[in-house]
């Protein structure tokens, strides 16, 4: 007979969490402790105990989709509170299938995903269920490619796939640098609460987002050889879905990636406090200099404020955000011509004359470019040495502005 397991302790935090605080836990802190019990397991550590026998538990959820604590297999069976041995999750895969380790579907997509692959112009050594072998084990991704020239397995979810198989994976392919991209298919927009769990543990893996493929999305990576995934995020008590090639996506720390961050980039964050800060008749110099500190911790670099400001990148920074909204943010000047006159004007930027005419252009403002004034200038500009690569104003702006190296995102000739 199995029985209510009524508290655990956190490990961590020698806390105590009441199935009641489960069940009341939202969506976000329910899946942290999901995962932190089961990576904990995996690692031969512990993080909640059962308060009665202190064997390790973890947070499945019931039939009705109300979560409860459960001891992992080999608990005591005189633990007051015992709750049974939990399947394996082979036995799990087995019995969906009749079985067999994988669906008729499952088995489509992964050779459908082959084909798109092959004739993806970023994609080199497409293999079907080809070994990754190490000294600690081996994985046997559905699909793998080397994508932008970086290894990148492709896993299939469709079915309910366990979380020590979810984290176990995620754990293997990130050790080894590996990228990892968990596609499903036909992803249908339902409140969270009707979705499975195996689909919100991924989610969650995935900074909230969830990537599928349909029927239109085949179609579009067909046309345009270029492998396009639906990406899924649920924002503001509702679902925000788009299109998107691979290339296009980023990447956490993990190797797993997002489309809808679930917080604004730092290089958003530092825009958003860069343009106040340095309007001309309201400018706080004491956060701009703290700005241009944290620019210089993010770079790894001991210039100080008044080195940046030496090396002129405060004027450079206002003129690239201005041609990036199509207006001037930091000026009393009331269009790009003039506000692009005088930043040309002045001998200490005519170093930039490359990155404000790329600039431009990426953010298509061609027009000020073609104004007689702005194309004399930077005609002038070709005699004088241009800022290189590798300076730190150059990574500063590659830092702050990544949307320039965007590869689908090309200068016009």
Known sequence: MTRTLKSVVDLQTMNPISWEDLLNAGDRTYNQIRRRATQSKQSGTARYVCAQCGFPVY???????????????????????????????????AQQFGGQQEGALHHKIKYLLEEILLEDNEATDVAVEEYVLSKDGRRRPDVSAIYCGVRTAFEIQLATTQLPVILAKEAFYESHGIRLVWVTWDFQNRPPADIRQSFLDIYFSHDENLFSLDAQSVAISTANHSLTLRAHAYRDNEWKSKLVSLREVSWNPSGLPYVYPTTDPWHVEFEKRWVPCRKRYDC???????????????????????????????????????????????????????????FLDTSDCLKFA??????????????????????????????????EKNTPVSLAVRLLFPQLLSANNRPKP
């Open 354 to 387: 490359k990155i404000f005419e790329f600039s431009a252009r990426r953010f298509d403002q061609d027009q000020v470019l073609k104004r007689a004034s702005v194309a004399k200038k930077l005609k002038a500009a070709e005699s004088v040495v241009q800022m």
């Open 59 to 93: 947070a499945p959820l019931a039939p009705n989709k109300r979560p409860y604590w459960k001891h992992f297999a080999g608990a005591p069976v005189d633990c007051p509170w015992w709750t049974g041995d939990p399947n394996s999750p082979d036995n799990v895969s």
């Open 284 to 342: 706080d110099y004491q956060r701009e200099k703290e700005l241009l500190l944290e620019l210089s911790d993010r770079l790894n670099t001991d210039l100080s404020p008044d080195d940046w400001q030496s090396e002129r990148l405060p004027s450079l920074l206002d003129i690239m955000y201005s041609l990036q909204a199509g207006r001037p943010l930091m000026t009393s000047q009331d269009n790009l011509f003039g506000m692009s006159n005088s």
